[in-house]
Protein backbone atom coordinates (compact mmCIF):
# COMPACT_ATOMS: atom_id res chain seq x y z
CA UNK A 1 0.00 0.00 0.00
CA UNK A 2 0.92 3.96 -0.16
CA UNK A 3 0.03 6.45 1.14
CA UNK A 4 -0.44 10.26 0.51
CA UNK A 5 1.98 12.20 2.25
CA UNK A 6 2.95 16.87 1.99
CA UNK A 7 5.71 17.54 3.55
CA UNK A 8 7.11 21.01 4.70
CA UNK A 9 10.32 20.80 4.21
CA UNK A 10 13.51 23.20 4.19
CA UNK A 11 14.31 23.34 1.06
CA UNK A 12 13.35 26.01 -1.47
CA UNK A 13 10.79 24.05 -3.07
CA UNK A 14 9.03 24.70 0.90
CA UNK A 15 6.54 22.16 0.32
CA UNK A 16 5.48 19.14 -2.13
CA UNK A 17 2.71 16.35 -2.17
CA UNK A 18 3.78 12.91 -3.07
CA UNK A 19 3.18 9.44 -2.38
CA UNK A 20 5.14 6.98 0.28
CA UNK A 21 4.82 3.32 0.93
CA UNK A 22 3.11 2.87 4.42
CA UNK A 23 5.92 1.50 7.24
CA UNK A 24 6.82 -2.11 7.14
CA UNK A 25 5.39 -4.23 9.91
CA UNK A 26 5.80 -7.72 10.83
CA UNK A 27 2.49 -8.91 8.93
CA UNK A 28 4.27 -8.61 5.79
CA UNK A 29 6.86 -10.92 6.58
CA UNK A 30 6.02 -15.06 6.77
CA UNK A 31 6.82 -16.16 10.24
CA UNK A 32 10.31 -18.58 10.82
CA UNK A 33 11.15 -20.74 13.43
CA UNK A 34 14.02 -20.53 15.34
CA UNK A 35 15.54 -24.20 15.25
CA UNK A 36 15.03 -24.43 11.93
CA UNK A 37 16.61 -20.99 11.17
CA UNK A 38 19.66 -22.36 13.42
CA UNK A 39 20.26 -25.27 10.76
CA UNK A 40 19.87 -23.53 7.68
CA UNK A 41 22.71 -20.80 8.83
CA UNK A 42 25.18 -23.85 8.92
CA UNK A 43 23.84 -25.64 5.58
CA UNK A 44 23.75 -21.71 4.19
CA UNK A 45 27.78 -21.73 4.81
CA UNK A 46 28.56 -24.87 4.01
CA UNK A 47 30.20 -25.74 1.46
CA UNK A 48 29.10 -29.56 1.29
CA UNK A 49 25.90 -28.83 -0.93
CA UNK A 50 28.45 -28.00 -4.07
CA UNK A 51 29.79 -30.60 -6.26
CA UNK A 52 33.52 -30.18 -5.21
CA UNK A 53 32.90 -28.89 -1.80
CA UNK A 54 34.42 -25.85 -2.76
CA UNK A 55 31.47 -23.27 -2.60
CA UNK A 56 28.59 -22.16 0.13
CA UNK A 57 25.72 -20.22 -0.34
CA UNK A 58 27.36 -17.74 1.13
CA UNK A 59 30.23 -18.06 -1.13
CA UNK A 60 28.31 -15.65 -3.85
CA UNK A 61 25.88 -13.96 -1.23
CA UNK A 62 28.52 -12.27 1.47
CA UNK A 63 27.58 -9.87 3.89
CA UNK A 64 30.83 -8.22 3.34
CA UNK A 65 29.23 -7.69 -0.65
CA UNK A 66 25.65 -6.51 0.52
CA UNK A 67 24.79 -10.18 0.00
CA UNK A 68 25.83 -10.32 -3.34
CA UNK A 69 29.65 -11.53 -4.16
CA UNK A 70 30.87 -8.11 -5.07
CA UNK A 71 31.76 -8.41 -8.87
CA UNK A 72 29.70 -8.00 -12.24
CA UNK A 73 29.81 -11.12 -12.82
CA UNK A 74 30.84 -13.86 -10.47
CA UNK A 75 33.28 -16.92 -9.98
CA UNK A 76 31.07 -20.19 -8.51
CA UNK A 77 33.10 -23.38 -8.73
CA UNK A 78 36.73 -22.99 -10.11
CA UNK A 79 37.04 -19.63 -8.02
CA UNK A 80 39.52 -18.78 -4.85
CA UNK A 81 38.78 -16.29 -2.43
CA UNK A 82 35.90 -13.52 -2.26
CA UNK A 83 34.86 -10.52 -3.42
CA UNK A 84 37.01 -8.76 -6.37
CA UNK A 85 39.97 -10.47 -4.44
CA UNK A 86 38.20 -14.13 -5.69
CA UNK A 87 40.62 -15.03 -9.13
CA UNK A 88 40.50 -18.20 -11.53
CA UNK A 89 41.50 -21.38 -9.67
CA UNK A 90 44.48 -22.75 -11.93
CA UNK A 91 43.97 -26.63 -11.19
CA UNK A 92 40.53 -26.40 -12.27
CA UNK A 93 39.60 -23.05 -14.16
CA UNK A 94 35.64 -22.13 -14.62
CA UNK A 95 34.26 -22.74 -18.18
CA UNK A 96 33.18 -19.30 -18.11
CA UNK A 97 31.61 -16.41 -16.02
CA UNK A 98 28.54 -17.02 -14.22
CA UNK A 99 26.08 -15.43 -16.59
CA UNK A 100 24.20 -12.48 -14.84
CA UNK A 101 25.58 -10.40 -10.92
CA UNK A 102 24.77 -12.09 -7.62
CA UNK A 103 21.20 -10.70 -6.73
CA UNK A 104 20.77 -9.46 -3.63
CA UNK A 105 18.72 -11.71 -0.63
CA UNK A 106 17.40 -8.94 1.27
CA UNK A 107 13.59 -9.00 2.37
CA UNK A 108 13.17 -12.24 0.82
CA UNK A 109 10.88 -13.48 3.65
CA UNK A 110 8.43 -10.72 2.69
CA UNK A 111 4.57 -12.02 1.21
CA UNK A 112 5.06 -9.78 -1.88
CA UNK A 113 8.33 -11.27 -3.05
CA UNK A 114 6.53 -13.59 -5.74
CA UNK A 115 9.08 -13.89 -8.59
CA UNK A 116 12.36 -14.55 -8.23
CA UNK A 117 15.84 -14.36 -10.59
CA UNK A 118 16.57 -11.49 -12.82
CA UNK A 119 13.80 -12.83 -15.57
CA UNK A 120 11.54 -14.62 -13.04
CA UNK A 121 11.68 -17.46 -14.35
CA UNK A 122 10.56 -18.95 -11.38
CA UNK A 123 6.78 -17.66 -9.71
CA UNK A 124 4.62 -18.39 -7.08
CA UNK A 125 1.49 -18.59 -8.53
CA UNK A 126 -2.24 -19.44 -7.91
CA UNK A 127 -1.79 -22.82 -9.02
CA UNK A 128 1.32 -23.31 -7.21
CA UNK A 129 4.88 -23.05 -8.45
CA UNK A 130 6.18 -22.46 -11.87
CA UNK A 131 9.51 -23.04 -12.40
CA UNK A 132 11.19 -24.29 -15.81
CA UNK A 133 12.26 -27.94 -13.85
CA UNK A 134 8.49 -29.02 -14.18
CA UNK A 135 5.94 -30.65 -12.21
CA UNK A 136 7.85 -33.77 -10.60
CA UNK A 137 10.92 -31.27 -9.76
CA UNK A 138 8.37 -28.46 -8.33
CA UNK A 139 6.94 -30.53 -5.11
CA UNK A 140 7.72 -30.65 -1.45
CA UNK A 141 9.65 -27.05 -1.88
CA UNK A 142 7.52 -24.84 1.46
CA UNK A 143 8.04 -21.66 -0.46
CA UNK A 144 9.32 -20.00 -3.87
CA UNK A 145 12.22 -18.85 -1.71
CA UNK A 146 13.25 -22.69 -1.17
CA UNK A 147 12.66 -23.50 -4.73
CA UNK A 148 14.79 -21.47 -5.82
CA UNK A 149 17.91 -23.23 -4.59
CA UNK A 150 17.18 -26.06 -6.85
CA UNK A 151 18.85 -23.66 -9.18
CA UNK A 152 22.49 -22.94 -8.42
CA UNK A 153 23.33 -26.35 -6.94
CA UNK A 154 22.82 -27.77 -10.52
CA UNK A 155 24.81 -25.37 -12.09
CA UNK A 156 28.13 -26.02 -13.45
CA UNK A 157 29.46 -22.29 -13.02
CA UNK A 158 28.07 -22.05 -9.52
CA UNK A 159 27.92 -24.94 -7.39
CA UNK A 160 27.60 -27.87 -9.43
CA UNK A 161 31.07 -28.73 -10.77
CA UNK A 162 31.61 -29.20 -14.35
CA UNK A 163 31.02 -32.48 -16.13
CA UNK A 164 32.74 -35.67 -14.74
CA UNK A 165 34.80 -33.93 -12.35
CA UNK A 166 32.30 -35.36 -9.05
CA UNK A 167 28.86 -37.79 -8.15
CA UNK A 168 27.05 -33.91 -8.64
CA UNK A 169 27.90 -33.02 -11.84
CA UNK A 170 27.83 -36.35 -13.57
CA UNK A 171 24.63 -36.69 -12.36
CA UNK A 172 23.50 -33.30 -13.70
CA UNK A 173 25.37 -34.39 -16.77
CA UNK A 174 23.25 -37.20 -17.18
CA UNK A 175 20.20 -35.29 -15.84
CA UNK A 176 19.62 -37.30 -13.10
CA UNK A 177 17.84 -34.56 -11.08
CA UNK A 178 15.41 -36.36 -8.64
CA UNK A 179 15.02 -40.05 -7.03
CA UNK A 180 17.26 -42.90 -5.86
CA UNK A 181 20.76 -41.40 -6.82
CA UNK A 182 19.49 -38.28 -8.66
CA UNK A 183 22.09 -35.22 -7.65
CA UNK A 184 19.62 -34.47 -5.35
CA UNK A 185 19.63 -37.65 -3.58
CA UNK A 186 23.58 -37.50 -3.74
CA UNK A 187 23.38 -34.10 -2.13
CA UNK A 188 21.07 -35.08 0.96
CA UNK A 189 23.30 -37.91 1.28
CA UNK A 190 26.17 -36.23 2.43
CA UNK A 191 24.05 -34.25 5.09
CA UNK A 192 22.47 -37.24 6.10
CA UNK A 193 25.67 -39.10 6.72
CA UNK A 194 26.59 -36.30 9.26
CA UNK A 195 25.55 -37.08 12.77
CA UNK A 196 25.28 -33.41 13.74
CA UNK A 197 22.65 -32.31 10.64
CA UNK A 198 21.15 -35.31 11.56
CA UNK A 199 19.93 -34.69 15.25
CA UNK A 200 19.05 -30.73 14.26
CA UNK A 201 16.61 -32.31 11.52
CA UNK A 202 14.85 -34.68 13.96
CA UNK A 203 14.94 -30.90 16.23
CA UNK A 204 13.99 -28.69 14.05
CA UNK A 205 11.82 -30.96 11.73
CA UNK A 206 10.79 -33.79 13.28
CA UNK A 207 9.81 -37.08 11.22
CA UNK A 208 10.56 -35.39 8.10
CA UNK A 209 13.39 -37.14 6.04
CA UNK A 210 16.32 -35.20 5.29
CA UNK A 211 15.53 -34.77 1.70
CA UNK A 212 16.19 -31.75 -0.87
CA UNK A 213 13.25 -29.81 -0.04
CA UNK A 214 13.62 -30.40 3.65
CA UNK A 215 17.35 -28.87 3.28
CA UNK A 216 16.56 -26.16 1.02
CA UNK A 217 13.30 -25.30 3.39
CA UNK A 218 15.68 -24.67 6.27
CA UNK A 219 18.08 -22.90 4.37
CA UNK A 220 15.03 -20.36 2.84
CA UNK A 221 13.99 -19.88 6.22
CA UNK A 222 17.51 -18.51 7.44
CA UNK A 223 17.61 -16.25 4.50
CA UNK A 224 14.37 -15.02 5.67
CA UNK A 225 15.17 -14.32 8.99
CA UNK A 226 19.00 -13.56 8.51
CA UNK A 227 18.40 -10.54 5.71
CA UNK A 228 15.46 -9.31 7.03
CA UNK A 229 15.96 -5.10 6.40
CA UNK A 230 13.53 -2.58 7.46
CA UNK A 231 15.36 -0.59 10.20
CA UNK A 232 16.91 2.09 7.95
CA UNK A 233 17.18 5.84 8.32
CA UNK A 234 13.93 5.99 5.62
CA UNK A 235 11.87 3.47 7.86
CA UNK A 236 12.40 5.57 10.60
CA UNK A 237 11.35 8.04 9.24
CA UNK A 238 7.76 6.62 8.10
CA UNK A 239 7.17 5.47 11.30
CA UNK A 240 7.18 8.47 12.60
CA UNK A 241 10.13 7.89 14.86
CA UNK A 242 12.94 10.03 13.22
CA UNK A 243 14.18 12.73 11.07
CA UNK A 244 15.97 12.14 7.56
CA UNK A 245 18.72 14.74 6.69
CA UNK A 246 17.87 17.77 4.17
CA UNK A 247 19.48 15.85 1.19
CA UNK A 248 17.63 13.15 1.52
CA UNK A 249 14.65 14.59 2.07
CA UNK A 250 15.04 16.53 -1.35
CA UNK A 251 16.27 12.72 -2.63
CA UNK A 252 12.84 11.73 -1.54
CA UNK A 253 10.73 14.26 -3.56
CA UNK A 254 12.79 13.56 -6.59
CA UNK A 255 12.58 9.65 -6.35
CA UNK A 256 9.01 9.70 -6.19
CA UNK A 257 8.18 12.78 -8.03
CA UNK A 258 10.00 14.20 -11.26
CA UNK A 259 12.23 11.63 -11.79
CA UNK A 260 9.54 9.01 -11.60
CA UNK A 261 11.88 6.25 -10.20
CA UNK A 262 8.64 5.30 -8.31
CA UNK A 263 6.81 4.49 -11.32
CA UNK A 264 8.68 1.03 -11.36
CA UNK A 265 10.92 1.27 -7.60
CA UNK A 266 7.27 1.42 -5.98
CA UNK A 267 6.18 -0.08 -2.85
CA UNK A 268 7.68 -0.87 1.20
CA UNK A 269 10.62 -2.38 -1.09
CA UNK A 270 10.90 -0.01 -3.90
CA UNK A 271 10.01 -2.42 -6.43
CA UNK A 272 7.16 -3.53 -8.40
CA UNK A 273 8.46 -6.98 -9.33
CA UNK A 274 7.98 -6.35 -12.91
CA UNK A 275 10.21 -6.59 -15.53
CA UNK A 276 11.54 -3.40 -18.21
CA UNK A 277 13.93 -3.09 -20.73
CA UNK A 278 15.94 0.00 -19.62
CA UNK A 279 19.00 -0.61 -21.81
CA UNK A 280 21.50 -2.33 -19.07
CA UNK A 281 24.92 -3.21 -21.42
CA UNK A 282 25.30 -7.06 -21.29
CA UNK A 283 28.92 -8.29 -20.72
CA UNK A 284 30.27 -11.45 -20.21
CA UNK A 285 28.28 -15.42 -22.12
CA UNK A 286 24.77 -14.06 -21.75
CA UNK A 287 21.74 -16.26 -20.11
CA UNK A 288 22.36 -18.87 -22.70
CA UNK A 289 21.49 -22.61 -22.77
CA UNK A 290 24.36 -24.86 -22.58
CA UNK A 291 25.23 -25.72 -26.18
CA UNK A 292 25.36 -21.81 -26.85
CA UNK A 293 27.55 -19.83 -26.52
CA UNK A 294 28.54 -15.63 -25.71
CA UNK A 295 24.42 -15.86 -26.27
CA UNK A 296 22.35 -12.66 -26.61
CA UNK A 297 20.62 -12.42 -22.91
CA UNK A 298 16.97 -11.42 -24.02
CA UNK A 299 15.90 -11.60 -20.19
CA UNK A 300 12.35 -12.06 -19.75
CA UNK A 301 11.70 -13.04 -23.05
CA UNK A 302 13.71 -16.43 -22.84
CA UNK A 303 10.94 -17.06 -19.94
CA UNK A 304 7.91 -15.79 -21.71
CA UNK A 305 8.77 -16.24 -25.57
CA UNK A 306 6.72 -12.64 -25.80
CA UNK A 307 8.88 -9.91 -28.22
CA UNK A 308 7.61 -7.48 -25.54
CA UNK A 309 9.80 -9.20 -22.91
CA UNK A 310 13.05 -8.76 -25.29
CA UNK A 311 15.58 -7.28 -23.23
CA UNK A 312 13.31 -7.01 -19.84
CA UNK A 313 14.65 -7.80 -16.63
CA UNK A 314 13.13 -8.02 -12.98
CA UNK A 315 13.44 -4.60 -11.17
CA UNK A 316 15.36 -4.74 -8.00
CA UNK A 317 14.32 -4.09 -4.41
CA UNK A 318 16.55 -0.83 -3.81
CA UNK A 319 16.97 -1.75 0.07
CA UNK A 320 20.86 -1.28 1.09
CA UNK A 321 21.64 -1.29 -2.78
CA UNK A 322 24.50 1.63 -1.50
CA UNK A 323 26.47 -1.78 -0.85
CA UNK A 324 24.78 -4.43 -3.57
CA UNK A 325 27.43 -3.18 -5.86
CA UNK A 326 28.10 -3.80 -8.59
CA UNK A 327 24.81 -2.86 -10.12
CA UNK A 328 22.75 -3.80 -12.87
CA UNK A 329 21.64 -7.50 -14.08
CA UNK A 330 25.23 -7.77 -15.43
CA UNK A 331 27.07 -5.86 -13.34
CA UNK A 332 27.79 -3.05 -16.00
CA UNK A 333 28.36 -0.58 -13.33
CA UNK A 334 30.74 -0.31 -10.30
CA UNK A 335 29.66 3.15 -9.39
CA UNK A 336 26.24 3.84 -8.36
CA UNK A 337 26.24 7.14 -8.80
CA UNK A 338 27.24 6.65 -12.60
CA UNK A 339 24.62 4.35 -12.58
CA UNK A 340 22.09 6.29 -11.20
CA UNK A 341 22.60 9.26 -13.88
CA UNK A 342 22.73 6.55 -16.65
CA UNK A 343 19.57 4.65 -15.61
CA UNK A 344 17.49 7.68 -16.03
CA UNK A 345 18.77 8.38 -19.74
CA UNK A 346 19.28 4.83 -20.85
CA UNK A 347 19.52 5.55 -24.68
CA UNK A 348 22.53 7.74 -24.27
CA UNK A 349 24.23 6.08 -21.48
CA UNK A 350 24.41 3.15 -23.87
CA UNK A 351 26.21 5.03 -26.69
CA UNK A 352 28.22 6.13 -23.99
CA UNK A 353 29.18 2.94 -21.67
CA UNK A 354 32.62 3.22 -20.36
CA UNK A 355 32.86 -0.47 -18.99
CA UNK A 356 33.80 0.00 -15.80
CA UNK A 357 33.06 -3.25 -14.27
CA UNK A 358 34.73 -5.61 -11.66
CA UNK A 359 36.04 -8.96 -13.39
CA UNK A 360 38.20 -11.68 -12.23
CA UNK A 361 40.97 -12.32 -14.89
CA UNK A 362 39.43 -14.78 -17.26
CA UNK A 363 40.82 -15.93 -21.03
CA UNK A 364 36.98 -15.37 -22.22
CA UNK A 365 35.23 -13.12 -24.20
CA UNK A 366 33.13 -10.71 -22.45
CA UNK A 367 32.27 -7.74 -24.82
CA UNK A 368 30.78 -9.92 -27.94
CA UNK A 369 27.63 -8.16 -27.69
CA UNK A 370 28.85 -4.97 -26.92
CA UNK A 371 31.43 -4.51 -29.64
CA UNK A 372 28.62 -5.61 -32.16
CA UNK A 373 26.91 -2.82 -33.01
CA UNK A 374 23.69 -4.48 -34.30
CA UNK A 375 23.35 -5.51 -31.17
CA UNK A 376 23.60 -2.30 -29.13
CA UNK A 377 21.28 -1.15 -31.01
CA UNK A 378 18.99 -3.93 -30.71
CA UNK A 379 18.92 -3.34 -27.11
CA UNK A 380 18.87 0.51 -27.20
CA UNK A 381 15.51 0.01 -29.38
CA UNK A 382 13.53 -2.29 -26.46
CA UNK A 383 13.85 0.79 -24.16
CA UNK A 384 10.90 1.46 -22.35
CA UNK A 385 10.02 5.38 -21.33
CA UNK A 386 11.78 8.64 -21.64
CA UNK A 387 15.28 9.31 -21.56
CA UNK A 388 15.26 11.63 -18.32
CA UNK A 389 18.45 13.57 -17.97
CA UNK A 390 19.13 14.58 -14.00
CA UNK A 391 21.36 17.14 -13.02
CA UNK A 392 24.04 16.62 -10.83
CA UNK A 393 21.50 18.02 -7.49
CA UNK A 394 19.19 16.09 -8.62
CA UNK A 395 21.71 13.18 -8.78
CA UNK A 396 23.02 13.73 -5.65
CA UNK A 397 19.29 14.10 -4.03
CA UNK A 398 19.04 10.93 -4.41
CA UNK A 399 22.01 9.46 -3.34
CA UNK A 400 21.07 10.72 -0.16
CA UNK A 401 17.84 9.36 -0.43
CA UNK A 402 19.24 5.47 -1.27
CA UNK A 403 21.57 6.09 1.59
CA UNK A 404 18.86 6.29 3.78
CA UNK A 405 18.03 2.63 2.72
CA UNK A 406 20.95 1.48 4.44
CA UNK A 407 20.40 -0.62 7.27
CA UNK A 408 23.21 -0.44 9.32
CA UNK A 409 21.96 -3.29 11.73
CA UNK A 410 21.14 -5.73 9.16
CA UNK A 411 24.08 -5.32 6.94
CA UNK A 412 26.39 -8.51 9.11
CA UNK A 413 23.14 -10.77 9.24
CA UNK A 414 21.19 -10.89 12.44
CA UNK A 415 23.15 -14.16 13.63
CA UNK A 416 26.42 -13.99 11.96
CA UNK A 417 28.82 -15.90 9.82
CA UNK A 418 29.55 -19.34 12.00
CA UNK A 419 32.75 -19.88 12.92
CA UNK A 420 32.99 -23.54 11.74
CA UNK A 421 30.03 -26.01 9.80
CA UNK A 422 29.16 -29.55 11.18
CA UNK A 423 30.81 -30.76 7.79
CA UNK A 424 34.39 -29.56 8.75
CA UNK A 425 34.69 -27.67 5.78
CA UNK A 426 35.86 -24.54 5.64
CA UNK A 427 33.57 -21.56 5.87
CA UNK A 428 34.34 -18.57 3.70
CA UNK A 429 34.91 -15.79 6.61
Partial sequence: MIRALVLSLTLPTAAFAMEVPDPITDADYRATDPEIVALGRLLFWDPILSGNRTVSCGTCHHPDFGTGDGLSLGLGDGGLGLGPDRVVDADNPPEQRIP??????????????????HDGRIEETADGLRTP????????FATLLSAQTMFPVLSADEMAGHYGENEISRAVRQGIITGEGGAWDLLSARVRGIPAYAEMFEAAMPGRPIDFPAISD????????EWRSDTSPFDAWLRGEGDLHPNALRGVEVFYGAAGCADCHSGPFQT???????????LGPGKAARFERHARDEGRMRVTGAEADRFAFRTPSLRNVTVTGPWGHAGAYDNLRAFVRDHAAPRRALAAYGRDVVLPNLPVEDWRILDDPSEVTAIAAAI???????????????MAFLE????????????GIPETVPSGLPVDR
Fill in 404 to 415: ALTDEAALLGRD
Fill in 100 to 117: RNAPALWNLGAHEFTVLF
Fill in 133 to 140: MGAEMEQG
Fill in 218 to 225: AIAQFMEA
Fill in 384 to 398: QGPDRVLSDRDVTAL
Fill in 272 to 282: DHGFHAMGQPQ
